[in-house]
């Protein structure tokens, strides 16, 4: 493919040594997690202990101090590895950073160094049952009760939240004010009144704990909020940007690898007497794939260097997060036919890449949202 010029030498020695951790801890393990619905806590002290969760976040809190590019080689390792079931840059990179920026002094200290040892998982809920688009129609309600809150409500679809310690509970602290009540507030684990429903069964990230979670009058300490009431909405704008961008590099990342494997596929298999690769289709598919794959690869890289520097605006981000997956999941498509019914089998890692790939287009705000953010600027 294309040389990339985003990346430094320390990125790519921290990329190799990424891949090592997922070689001896996560490879041999994916496909019993796929079955199991969920990655052992284990796994999160092991990359806690290697420095692989919370590598953006300040030494003085437990992370590694580094850039965003040690955080979307991750993802791109992950996403190449076709290993769906690891929440961490969920965890490092879009949990911590609404801590970061808007705990306190007193709270940063106690979730996040519990955080980056992979002690305590993050998850933020968003969705809910009757909500998911539509974040200023919240139905999660905390009320002021003195010192504390009193939490009502329910969550659905969150990712790592069988496993979550801390969970970001998107709520309204004053419905009558749409989007001015929005007020995000953190929810420990083992908080009276907080409870995990079912770990629910989907079509693809099988090894992903995505989770019901339930809160009945759950009360936490005031502190626990982030920010001030009422400025959750302008909180979670200002963060998405950051999400959708790696949902995009994830896309290009997974595009690459599922090009290379069929690639590798169509020249060993054979169909009337030669390669699958010789027919005109096929080659003819492949071309348009790296042609399309390449476009978007300069594109995401383009986004990545605007967010190092603090200028990846929504808009930018919005046209990265709708391209990436919708291609994505047509190409991966294309390929998944190109393998035939072994295409279909999960033993074959176009077929688990192909179902996994198709919430892309969903979370992190749909397709559709994608286009009405970009409408708007038009
Ligand atoms: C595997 C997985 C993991 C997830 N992880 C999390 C998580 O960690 N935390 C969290 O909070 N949520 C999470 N979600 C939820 C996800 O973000 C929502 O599913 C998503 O935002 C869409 O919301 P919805 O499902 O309620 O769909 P709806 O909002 O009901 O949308 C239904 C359809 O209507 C379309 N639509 C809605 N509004 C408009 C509009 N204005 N114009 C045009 N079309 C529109 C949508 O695009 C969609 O096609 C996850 C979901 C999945 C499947």
Same mark, same amino acid.
């Given at each position: !493919?294309?040389?990339?010029? /985003?990346?430094?030498?320390?990125?790519?020695?921290?990329? &190799?040594?990424?891949?090592?951790?997922?070689?001896?801890?996560?490879?041999?393990?994916?496909?019993?997690?796929?079955?199991?619905?969920? /990655?052992?806590?284990?796994?999160?002290? *092991?990359?806690?202990?290697?420095?692989?969760?919370?590598?953006?976040?300040?030494?003085?809190?437990?992370?590694?101090? *580094?850039?965003?590019?040690? %955080?979307?080689?991750?993802?791109?390792?992950?996403?190449?590895?076709?290993?769906?079931?690891?929440?961490?840059?969920?965890? +490092?990179?879009?949990?911590?950073?609404?801590?970061?920026?808007?705990?306190?002094?007193?709270?940063?200290?106690?979730?996040?160094?519990? !955080?980056?040892?992979?002690?305590?998982?993050?998850?933020?809920?968003?969705?809910?049952?009757?909500?998911? +688009?539509?974040?200023?129609?919240?139905?999660?309600?905390?009320?002021?009760?003195?010192?504390?809150?009193?939490? +009502?409500?329910?969550?659905?679809?969150?990712?790592?939240?069988?496993?979550?310690?801390?969970?970001?509970?998107?709520?309204?602290?004053?419905?009558?004010?749409?989007?001015?009540? /929005?007020?995000?507030?953190?929810?420990?684990?083992? %908080?009276?009144?907080?409870?995990?429903?079912?770990?629910?069964?989907?079509?693809?990230? =099988?090894?992903?704990?995505?989770?019901?979670?339930?809160?009945?009058?759950?009360?936490?300490?005031?502190?626990?909020?982030?920010?001030?009431?009422?400025?959750?909405?302008?909180?979670?704008?200002?963060?998405?940007?950051?999400?959708?961008?790696?949902?995009?590099?994830?896309?290009?990342?997974?595009?690459?690898?599922?090009?290379?494997?069929?690639?590798?596929?169509?020249?060993?298999?054979?169909?009337?007497?030669?390669?699958?690769? &010789?027919?005109?289709?096929?080659?003819?598919?492949?071309?348009?794939?790296?042609?399309?794959?390449?476009?978007?690869?300069?594109? /995401?890289? =383009?986004?990545? *260097?605007? =967010?190092?520097?603090?200028?990846?605006?929504?808009?930018?981000?919005?046209?990265?997060?709708?391209?990436?997956?919708?291609?994505?999941?047509?190409?991966?498509?294309?390929?998944?036919?190109? =393998?035939?019914?072994?295409?279909?089998? %999960?033993?074959?890692?176009?077929?688990?890449?192909?179902?996994?790939?198709?919430?892309?287009?969903?979370?992190?705000?749909? +397709?559709?949202?994608?286009?009405?953010?970009?409408?708007?600027?038009?």
């Amino acid at each position: !493919m294309l040389r990339r010029t /985003v990346f430094t030498e320390d990125h790519e020695i921290f990329r &190799e040594s990424f891949r090592r951790f997922l070689e001896k801890h996560v490879l041999p393990f994916h496909a019993q997690w796929e079955r199991d619905g969920i /990655v052992p806590r284990e796994v999160w002290r *092991a990359a806690g202990a290697e420095g692989f969760l919370l590598a953006g976040a300040p030494t003085e809190y437990g992370g590694g101090g *580094a850039d965003f590019g040690f %955080t979307a080689v991750m993802v791109e390792e992950i996403a190449r590895a076709n290993t769906s079931g690891l929440g961490f840059t969920l965890h +490092s990179e879009i949990v911590a950073p609404y801590i970061l920026a808007y705990g306190t002094e007193e709270k940063k200290r106690d979730w996040l160094p519990r !955080m980056a040892r992979g002690e305590m998982i993050g998850a933020i809920a968003m969705t809910e049952p009757g909500m998911g +688009s539509d974040l200023k129609a919240v139905r999660t309600r905390a009320r002021r009760d003195g010192e504390h809150y009193v939490i +009502s409500g329910s969550k659905t679809f969150i990712t790592n939240g069988q496993n979550s310690g801390l969970v970001i509970v998107v709520t309204t602290t004053n419905p009558e004010a749409g989007r001015k009540g /929005v007020t995000l507030i953190g929810v420990e684990e083992g %908080t009276p009144g907080f409870s995990k429903g079912r770990n629910l069964e989907k079509v693809g990230m =099988h090894a992903q704990d995505t989770s019901e979670l339930f809160f009945d009058n759950v009360r936490v300490p005031v502190a626990n909020r982030l920010g001030e009431e009422g400025e959750g909405f302008r909180q979670l704008i200002h963060q998405l940007p950051q999400e959708r961008l790696m949902i995009a590099l994830r896309a290009a990342a997974s595009m690459e690898a599922m090009l290379e494997k069929t690639i590798a596929y169509t020249k060993e298999r054979e169909a009337f007497g030669q390669k699958v690769f &010789e027919f005109q289709n096929t080659r003819f598919k492949l071309a348009d794939a790296k042609a399309n794959i390449a476009m978007f690869r300069v594109f /995401v890289d =383009h986004c990545l *260097a605007l =967010h190092f520097k603090g200028e990846l605006d929504v808009d930018t981000a919005a046209m990265a997060k709708l391209l990436g997956p919708e291609m994505q999941t047509r190409l991966l498509d294309d390929f998944l036919q190109m =393998h035939g019914g072994y295409g279909f089998m %999960t033993e074959f890692e176009i077929g688990r890449a192909w179902a996994d790939a198709r919430v892309q287009r969903i979370y992190g705000g749909s +397709s559709e949202i994608m286009r009405e953010i970009i409408a708007r600027g038009l």
